[in-house]
Structures are given as structure tokens and as C-alpha cells.
Nanobody, 122 residues
Framework: VQLQASGGGLVQAGESLRLSCAAS????????MGWFRQAPGKEREFVAV????????GYADPVKGRFTISRDYGRNTMYLQMNSLKPEDTAIYYC????????????????WGQGTQVTVSS
């Protein structure tokens, strides 16, 4: 599976952005998909995950209540709606796909897309 992330940009604190991740190639509806991010000088961290059928989602504590992950199966695309953005959300955001929800949650056996930069100014 090939993943293409887009939608990053520069916004002010409190504003919103929606990231997209288009999947192509050997895609499977039962793939788990998710978002990770890496801030300057920090390790890449988990942000959100969605199950293959979209019935289960999970979020890292810092983004709970502000970010929403979703999938459009017809367009083979995953989204991350980011509201009430904070300067600490500044990072390169990566989308990923794996054989299960759990694989994404644990960051194991994943295919990665290229990153998209999100910058939040105060």
C-alpha cells in the first residue's frame, strides 16, 4: 500500500486543519490506519488510530477531544480533523497503515506515507 499525506500548513493557535491520507495499491478495508507526528528534537509519537471497518478509534491523550480520525472507503482516504490547535501540536504528521488496529496502536509492521508539516503559531 502506498500512502500520500496532505493538508498541512501554518495556522494560528485555536484554528483548525484537516489532514488527508490517500491510500493506493494493495489496500484492504481491514487495514488499520493512523496518524503519528514528530516534533523537532523529539521522537515520533502516536496520535490517532482507526480500525479497518472504522468502528473503533483511539487517540493519544494530548489530542483527545480536539482531533477526530475518520475514513472514506469510497475514496480510500483517511482524515484527521484537528481543532483548537495549539503550538505544541507543531510537528511533521505521518500517516501509516498496518494489518490491524493493534499494529497501528503499537507502531509495529506499518507502511508509512511521507510527512506533512503542521505549524501552529501562538
Amino acid at each position: 500500500v502506498q500512502l500520500q499525506a496532505s493538508g498541512g500548513g501554518l495556522v494560528q493557535a485555536g484554528e483548525s486543519l484537516r489532514l488527508s491520507c490517500a491510500a493506493s495499491g494493495r489496500t484492504a478495508s481491514n487495514y488499520g490506519m493512523g496518524w503519528f507526528r514528530q516534533a523537532p528534537g523529539k521522537e515520533r509519537e502516536f496520535v490517532a488510530v482507526i480500525s479497518g471497518l472504522g468502528v473503533r478509534t483511539g487517540y493519544a491523550d494530548p489530542v483527545k477531544g480536539r482531533f477526530t480520525i475518520s475514513r472514506d472507503y469510497g475514496r480510500n482516504t483517511m482524515y484527521l480533523q484537528m481543532n483548537s490547535l495549539k503550538p505544541e501540536d507543531t510537528a511533521i504528521y505521518y500517516c501509516a497503515a498496518g494489518p490491524s488496529y493493534q499494529s497501528v496502536l503499537t507502531g509495529s509492521d506499518l507502511q508509512w506515507g511521507q510527512g506533512t508539516q503542521v505549524t501552529v503559531s501562538s
